[in-house]
């Protein structure tokens, strides 16, 4: 079983900035990718960024050079740092987790969201 807990979501005003964290703990052999996705009131989940095991990344469009996706391979640990959040950024944010288990293999796992409010 693997756990996933995202925290540092909070109320945030336009330009401002924030980080969250997501920390994956439980029988993990290796952790492939970790993603960050976000779903707002009404809206479908989105991707909002993904890093590798290697450190390669990708983001979506709307947040590229405001984002950034970083991990510690040591910690199990992935961090969204929010720099210029724009009140379209309000979303409640999950972190994605795809790790391998001695017992199930390969499996995605989610935590349960932290909220992140941009407004002023």
């Known amino acids: 079983q693997v756990h996933v807990v995202e925290s540092g979501g909070g109320l945030v005003q336009p330009g401002g900035s924030l980080r969250l964290s997501c920390a994956a703990s439980?029988?993990?052999?290796?952790?492939?990718?970790m993603g960050w996705y976000r779903q707002a009131q009404g809206k479908q989940r989105e991707l909002v960024a993904v890093?590798?095991?290697?450190?390669?990344?990708n983001y979506a469009d709307s947040v590229k050079g405001r984002f950034t996706i970083s991990r510690d391979n040591a910690k199990n640990t992935a961090y969204l740092q929010m720099n210029n959040a724009k009140p379209e950024d309000t979303a409640a944010y999950y972190c994605?987790?795809?790790?391998?288990?001695?017992?199930?293999?390969?499996?995605?796992?989610w935590g349960q969201g932290t909220q992140v409010i941009v407004s002023s």
């Open positions: 994605n987790v795809a790790a391998y288990t001695p017992r199930y293999g390969r499996g995605d796992y």
């Open positions: 439980g029988s993990i052999f290796s952790i492939d990718f």
């Open positions: 890093i590798t095991s290697g450190g390669s990344t």
